[in-house]
Each structure stands twice: as structure tokens, then as C-alpha cells.
């Protein structure tokens, strides 16, 4: 087995197929890396519609981007996974052990292939594994490195934009009227019930925040499919005046771009709250089944929720059949706390580097 201690890989491919926030908060193990080493290239293998996560990283060279809809067959797959092992990598970093990273790992033929513990029959796929520490999924993800000598200190998401995406957000925002750092970015959507908290108390919440600062409104997030979820938050809301729900699907970095221009970022626990950090927005997130775990680690960054016995579960579907973690957090509760936050917050003092 490799001493870790004199290792010195010369190129590096880390494993991290989806989803999108999770490709994004790999970016702090990424910038760990190479710290640790320098000289190294640092390669990513991931799915297609994670790539503009990574776009313009400087601590990256290539990203290999999966993309299934152009490889016809499971040969033409092999053929691309060999033609990624081809770059003889030394390291392979597998934060998630799915049957195409283990692909990619065994064929690599790297002499140092590294990943959580693995289950008994993929544990000649690998040479070293390390126990996540729970916690942050930032902190889980870059303890597996441990044996590398890397330790996690607060690193967070990162994605960099270019000023060219900067002065695009700024000229898209003042078509809406929105001046930086005078509008809350809203993300109301999630594809799990047990996850959204219900449109008509978003409704409330920005009619709350609205009368008590007429000066903030806010600028409705949302992806491909997720229309009709923002529009019935917009249906509920009694002041839509103080609401801008844009016609069209903005993309990946064109909202974080957005986001990196807002006073706040409020919104269910989903993907939009991971890049508010990344791009050092303020975050409040309603929680309904899941837990604090996701929170970046930082007093800008916060959480609220309805204590319950039962949560938080991490189900996608409500044993009780009620959602009361998500019925019974009050929009008054949250309308009160979203204020404070946002008092506490001058814009003069965010987004500095």
C-alpha cells in the first residue's frame, strides 16, 4: 500500500456524479486539494448538468462531463471511462461509490484510489477509505481526505463568477426595477412535499415582510418544471406588486449571479441555499423533514423550524399525512425572524471577499 505520508500525485480525478448541489458543495474538498497539492491537476467526473457548477474553478483542469443521452450503449460507456483512466491519474477521490464511478476508479488503475468505507464486495475497487464525520455536508465530504493530511476549516462552497455574469445580473436586475442589494431572492420550490413549505404561507410571509420594509420585494426563483409551483406563490401573495417572478427559466450561474446581488436569500432546503453561500448571500431556510446538517456553519447562514417529536425524519413522505413541520411553522414566526435577520444584514457589509 502507498505511505500517504511521501505521496505526491501529479494528477488527480475526483468523483462526484450529481446531484448539482452536491457537485457544489464537493468545491470545498476541490480547493482542498490543491492546497494540498499544488502542483498537482485536478480533474472532475461528473454528470453533464453539473458542469456549470465548475465552469471557471481555477482549481480545476477538465471536467469530464457524463453525458449518458450521447453514449448509445453500455460499450460505448466503457470506451468513455477508459478514455478517462487513460490520463493515468495517481489519486482518485470517490465521494460517492456509484456503479460509474466505480467504473472509472477500477480502470484508472491508480495507486491511490480513496473513498468512504465501502461495502465489503467493492473493497478491492479501492486502497484507502476514511469515515465521514457527521455534520455539515461540506465537513462529510473533505473528512473522507483525511488520510491525504487534509482537515476541513471552514471552507465553503464556492462558485466563481465571471464579471462578465456579474454585469449581466446587475442589467437583468434593473429591467425589474431591482437595485443590489434591495430585493430578497425566494426559492418556493421542492420536489418533495415533505420539503415545501405551502405557497400560501410564502404568500403571507412576503405580504408580512412587504408592509414592514415597502423598500425590499422579491425575486421568485425557479427551475425547469417548477413554473406553476412560483406562480401559485404568486397567486397567494395579496401584494404581487411586491413580488418579480420572471417569464423564463434563468440558468445555473445567471441565478447565483442573481443571488450574489441580494440583500437575502430565503427559501426551502434545496439547491438555490447552497449557492447563496457560494456566492456570500445571507440564507434563512424553512425546514420541514430534514435536519440542520445542511446549514453552512456560519452566523449568516440559518435555519427555522416547527419543533416536532417527529422531525427531523429525512422521509419524502409524511407518516402522519399532515406535514405539520411544514403546515404549523407559522408565516407570522418566519416573517419575524426574516426581519430581524434582514435588519441585522447592511448591505454595505456583504459580498465582501
Known amino acids: 500500500m502507498t505511505d500517504l505520508r511521501s505521496f505526491r500525485p501529479e494528477r488527480i480525478l475526483v468523483c462526484q456524479l450529481r446531484q448539482i448541489g452536491d457537485v457544489l458543495l464537493t468545491t470545498p474538498s476541490i480547493r482542498l486539494l490543491h492546497e494540498r497539492y499544488p502542483n498537482a491537476a485536478i480533474d472532475v467526473f461528473t454528470e453533464k448538468k453539473c458542469v456549470p457548477v465548475l465552469e471557471n474553478n481555477p482549481h480545476i483542469r477538465r471536467v469530464w462531463a457524463l453525458d449518458r443521452k450521447a453514449l448509445p450503449n453500455f460499450l460505448a460507456e466503457l470506451r468513455y471511462y477508459a478514455r478517462i483512466a487513460r490520463e493515468n491519474y ?37 486502497t484507502h477509505w476514511a469515515k465521514p464525520k457527521p455534520g455539515y455536508s461540506g465537513t462529510f465530504r473533505a473528512s473522507i481526505l483525511a488520510p491525504l493530511g487534509i482537515t476541513w476549516s471552514g471552507q465553503a462552497p464556492e462558485l466563481f463568477l465571471t464579471e462578465d455574469e456579474k454585469r449581466w445580473a446587475a442589467d437583468y436586475l434593473d429591467g425589474f426595477g431591482l437595485a443590489p442589494g434591495a430585493f430578497i431572492t425566494l426559492d418556493p420550490t421542492h420536489r418533495r412535499t415533505t420539503r415545501l413549505w405551502p405557497a400560501r404561507h410564502y404568500g403571507a410571509l ?53 443571488q450574489s446581488l441580494a440583500r437575502m436569500h430565503v427559501g426551502n432546503c434545496s439547491g438555490p441555499r447552497h449557492f447563496a ?77
Open 90 to 126: 495517481d489519486l482518485v477521490v470517490d465521494f460517492q461509490q456509484l456503479p460509474r464511478c466505480r467504473f472509472v476508479t477500477l480502470l484508472s488503475r491508480a495507486k491511490v484510489r480513496l473513498t468512504y468505507p465501502p461495502p465489503w464486495y467493492n473493497r478491492l475497487l479501492y
Open 206 to 258: 412576503i405580504e408580512r415582510v412587504h408592509a414592514a420594509r415597502p423598500d425590499l420585494r422579491f425575486f421568485i426563483l425557479y427551475g425547469p418544471g417548477e413554473e406553476a409551483m412560483a406562480r401559485d406563490v404568486l397567486d397567494q401573495c395579496p401584494v404581487p406588486g411586491a413580488c418579480v417572478l420572471p417569464d423564463k427559466v434563468i440558468g445555473l450561474r445567471q441565478m447565483a449571479a442573481v
Open 277 to 353: 453561500v457560494s456566492v456570500n448571500t445571507p440564507t434563512l431556510t424553512i425546514l420541514g423533514a430534514t435536519g440542520g446538517a445542511w446549514r453552512f456553519p456560519s452566523d449568516t447562514h440559518t435555519d427555522i423550524f416547527e419543533d416536532l417529536p417527529c422531525r427531523p425524519c429525512n422521509e419524502n413522505f409524511c407518516s402522519r399525512k399532515d406535514h405539520a413541520c411544514l403546515e404549523n411553522l407559522s408565516p407570522e414566526r418566519v416573517a419575524s425572524r426574516l426581519l430581524e435577520l434582514i435588519a441585522s444584514y447592511e448591505p454595505s457589509l456583504l459580498h465582501t471577499d
